[in-house]
């Protein structure tokens, strides 16, 4: 592939959570050895990443941010040239692009977010699914909830999943924690849906020890919620090197969440050696396979029943750790940069574009 294929950098202006780990993933990972032309457009102010500046992406630095460089610069700036977003949004007087939609979450738990983010996504989602080239999403689980959401035929999407294995070349640190002892790990933000605080005051309950990764929320983006002050570790948001010694010295990974476009935690526990214990909602039970432990996330009580079973049973936690490994190399950013690279092959000039293709 020798054509110029242009990305929305906006990804590299926010916080790092599943969405914006999946933009950088997926465009290291298309770049590396596929001899594609890069051209990522950076928001004025965001920070380059080094492994950005290698042979076959180009920077091209933007004027503007925010909305007004997505809605605006980025049509201009790419007209006549295929756009990649990975990370939701993306022009919506644009064409010829692929555009990622990571899950219907916005449709189906409204009112997790703020109403004028609700109603803003609704209209681009809407116009999108119907103008973008190609529309790409990160489970089969998502495919199904996006059609019907947004009225469009399931063969719109794309199934390109996350992966986990670039968590494998770091090298672990211990966090600062005000704690020594055994510990659950959960890694989440404060959004309803992702149901964090019930669970965690079972497990405190219950005298287990909780720490929470992940909790700092956007308030332009989240409505506000309870807080879990003296109920576990708040470790707030930590580097991948702090939170994989979590991964690799935690007890399990509690995963609680009610709705999940992929569920990106309980695939970095797996790859990591953390035994996962996991809610049964959604797309989890597709990304985690048989390697996990579920409950019911609106059922506290098969959650401590989970996690009795998993201390009283000393094969357990091995057996976990065991299917958890074989569970996660189903999944790979070189495989879903494959599924990405083939797509945009089919959509250079000349050649017929089959914009159905799932993938498998």
């Not at 074989?326 to 914009?355: H, K, M, T, Y």
Request: charged share 20%; net charge neutral; proline share 5%.
């Amino acid at each position: 592939m020798n054509h110029e294929t242009h990305v929305n950098g906006k990804w590299l202006a926010q916080n790092l959570t599943g969405t914006q780990r999946y933009a950088g993933e997926m465009v290291r990972a298309l770049a590396q050895g596929r001899h594609l032309q890069m051209v990522v457009h950076v928001p004025a102010g965001a920070a380059v990443p080094d492994w950005m500046r290698t042979d076959g992406i180009e920077v091209r630095r933007a004027p503007l941010s925010g909305q007004l460089f997505e809605q605006i610069y980025l049509p201009i700036a790419t007209m006549g040239k295929l756009l990649l977003n990975f990370a939701g949004p993306a022009p919506i007087l644009k064409r010829r692009q692929l555009v990622t939609m990571h899950d219907a979450t916005t449709f189906r738990y409204r009112r997790t977010f703020r109403p004028a983010f609700v109603a803003f996504y609704t209209v681009m989602y809407w116009i999108l699914a119907r103008t973008a080239r190609q529309l790409i999403t990160v489970s089969h689980f998502s495919a199904g909830e996006l059609a019907d959401v947004l009225g469009v035929s399931v063969d719109r999407f794309l199934v390109a999943p996350c992966a986990a294995d670039s968590l494998l070349s770091g090298d672990p640190i211990r966090p600062d924690l005000e704690h020594d002892g055994d510990r659950y790990l959960v890694v989440g933000t404060l959004a309803r849906h992702k149901n964090l605080i019930g669970p965690v005051v079972a497990l405190a309950e219950s005298g287990r020890t909780t720490v929470v990764v992940g909790v700092a929320g956007d308030s332009q983006v989240f409505a506000k919620t309870q807080s879990m002050d003296g109920v576990a570790v708040i470790a707030g948001r930590l580097s991948d090197d702090e939170l994989a010694w979590l991964y690799r010295n935690s007890r399990a990974l509690v995963f609680p969440s009610k709705y999940e476009g992929f569920g990106l935690p309980p695939l970095e526990a797996q790859v990591l050696g953390c035994p996962v214990i996991s809610s049964n909602a959604a797309s989890l039970p597709e990304v985690c396979g048989d390697g996990a432990l579920y409950f019911d996330p609106d059922d506290n009580r098969s959650l401590i029943e989970a996690l009795d079973r998993l201390e009283n049973d000393d094969e357990l936690a091995d057996e976990l750790r065991r299917r958890g490994a074989a569970n996660a190399r189903r999944f790979s950013w070189e495989n879903s940069a494959n599924v990405v690279a083939d797509c945009i092959r089919q959509s250079q000039p000349g050649r017929r574009s089959r914009l159905l293709k799932r993938a498998a």
